[in-house]
């Protein structure tokens, strides 16, 4: 088994740009209902992870000024306290279960660090779950 059988393709999975604004990103956030969303170059390259946590301490930092405001900062000028570590596509399964422990989602790239998608936890979770009824139907 290899990531692939895992893997949520970019093209399914919502991100962020570094020429977006915080403005868009929040509204994106807000629309997917997501807490962390994947920060990609203009090539498509991974950079990092912007959270809620990142958004609310920037606003509080600047006694959260007004939305239109918000509509000329690019979303690189916030400071994300944590990226989600990224796993190349060839990377082994136990590097995979290694992060998704401790994150919602894995960012996969290729060789080059362009992105090409995620794991969740959620998926890899389903998927011993069904493994375990699977045993223990068969026992």
Known sequence: MNILFFLTPKKEVAY???TDTLRQVLEKMEHHGYSAIPLLSEGGRYIGTVT????L???????????????DMPITSIERRRDNQAVNIRESMENLFDKVMNQNFVPVVDDKRVFIGIVTRKDILAYLGRKASESSHQA
């Open 57 to 71: 301490w920037f606003l509080k930092d600047r006694n959260f000024p007004q939305l239109k405001f918000l509509e």
């Open 52 to 55: 809620e946590g990142d958004l």
């Open 16 to 18: 962020v740009e570094e």
